[in-house]
Structures are given as structure tokens and as C-alpha cells.
């Protein structure tokens, strides 16, 4: 099956930094989605973003499924950014499943 | 829109009880998931439903069974529950087309003594 890896696994900010976090799979894919888990276990979507770039307020995503790697991009970070960030695809071949990377946790400090 | 709702959200179960997770969703949507997620690691899927009365295996589906008698409704069914299905279960929905974004709901945390 496909491996989506992750990195960092962890990373640790001061308010107002920047952050790159990384998303590298290892087939094609349909269907490639960012989410963010609050501390509190809630799934929130971020980006549906099979390729191309997409911005939302603070964050914005780039997938170039060409070279089969996914970045998202926070900027300006606040406390409430803290949480784990997953990346999950849908890689050709494998239904309608995603499948999740292990994350990258996120600690915005004050 | 509630979106996607689960019922009931904690749950404490001892080993060889059953117990039935409910998952409805009020967005039309046709394709449906349940997922579960342990300690450090991502989702797992355990089962999906590409329609009203059709099921398929995913990942991890040993030890549950599923149903989906309504659209709108999926439930997930522990037989004899066991301590390695303790985890927090989280189900999904999507329209099945693309774009085939998914929305999960809170998640039911589920612990087996």
C-alpha cells in the first residue's frame, strides 16, 4: 500500500514564527487532504489540495503530485494553531480510503 | 447542519461485552467511514459504505461488523469487545464524487477493561 510520511514529527514555535510542515507519499494519488486535531481530539478540515496551491487566511497548500509531496504553510502562528496536523490521501487504486500520515504536533507557545 | 454526529461520545465496556457506535450524517451524503485512532499514530480505516446496504473491509476490520440500513445512518458493531479496541473511534462521510473531500465527526472514546 502507499506510505505517507510526515515531517517534523514535532515542532515547537513562539507566537508569531512561521512554519513549513511536509507531506511525502509514495504513489500517485486522487485525493490528498490536510486536517488539524485540537487539543480537545476535534478533526477539523484544512485543504482538500490533490494538486495546486490553495490559501485560507493564515495558512495556505501546495501539492505538486508530480513529485508526490504536499506542504503546508502557517504563518504568524497563534496558540490556537497548537494541535496535530495529518496529512491523508487517496492514492489511486485504493478506493475511496484514506490513508493518514502520523502527524506533525504542534506547539504554539505564548 | 449538525454535519456529522456520533453517539455516544465515551463509552467504558468490559472485555466480552458488545456495544453499537452510532454515525449519522445529515449532508446527503453517499459514501460513509469508520476509523479508529490509537496513541501517536493517524486514522486506521475499519470499515466504508459506497451506498445505502452495501459494506467493504478496510484496514483493520477484524473483530467489527457494520451496517448501513439508512442513507443517513452508519453504525459500527463490537461483537465481544476485547482491551485492543480500546481507541477513539471517529466516522466520516463524503458525496462519493469527486471532489470527494470527507468530514469526520467529534469521535467516540471507547475504553475496554
Known amino acids: 500500500g502507499i506510505q505517507v510520511e510526515q515531517s517534523p514529527p514535532d515542532l515547537i514555535l513562539q507566537e508569531g514564527a512561521n512554519s513549513t510542515l511536509r507531506c511525502n507519499f509514495s504513489?500517485?494519488?486522487?485525493?490528498l487532504q490536510w486536517f488539524h486535531q485540537n487539543p480537545w481530539g476535534q478533526l477539523i478540515n484544512l485543504f482538500y489540495i490533490p494538486s495546486g496551491t490553495k490559501q485560507n487566511g493564515r495558512l495556505s497548500a501546495t501539492t505538486v503530485a508530480t513529485e508526490r509531496y504536499s506542504l503546508l504553510y502557517i504563518s504568524s502562528s497563534q496558540t490556537t494553531d497548537s494541535g496535530v496536523y495529518f496529512c491523508a490521501v487517496v492514492y489511486q487504486g485504493g478506493s475511496e480510503k484514506l490513508v493518514f500520515g502520523k502527524g506533525t504536533k504542534l506547539t504554539v507557545n505564548p | 447542519n449538525a454535519g456529522v454526529t456520533q453517539t455516544p461520545k465515551f463509552r467504558v465496556l468490559k472485555t466480552g461485552q458488545s456495544m453499537t457506535l452510532l454515525c449519522a450524517q445529515d449532508m446527503n451524503h453517499e459514501y460513509m467511514y469508520w476509523y479508529r485512532q490509537d496513541p501517536g499514530m493517524g486514522l486506521r480505516l475499519i470499515h466504508y459504505?459506497?451506498?445505502?446496504?452495501?459494506?467493504a473491509k478496510g484496514e483493520v476490520p477484524d473483530g467489527y461488523n457494520v451496517s448501513r440500513l439508512k442513507k443517513q445512518n452508519f453504525l459500527l458493531g463490537l461483537e465481544s469487545a476485547a482491551p485492543s479496541q480500546t481507541s477513539v473511534y471517529f466516522c466520516?462521510?463524503?458525496?462519493?464524487?469527486?471532489?470527494?473531500?470527507?468530514?469526520f465527526g467529534p469521535g467516540t472514546r471507547l475504553t475496554v477493561l
Open positions: 459504505s459506497v451506498g445505502e446496504g452495501t459494506t
Open positions: 504513489d500517485s494519488v486522487n485525493n
Open positions: 466520516a462521510s463524503s458525496y462519493g464524487t469527486l471532489p470527494n473531500e470527507q468530514f
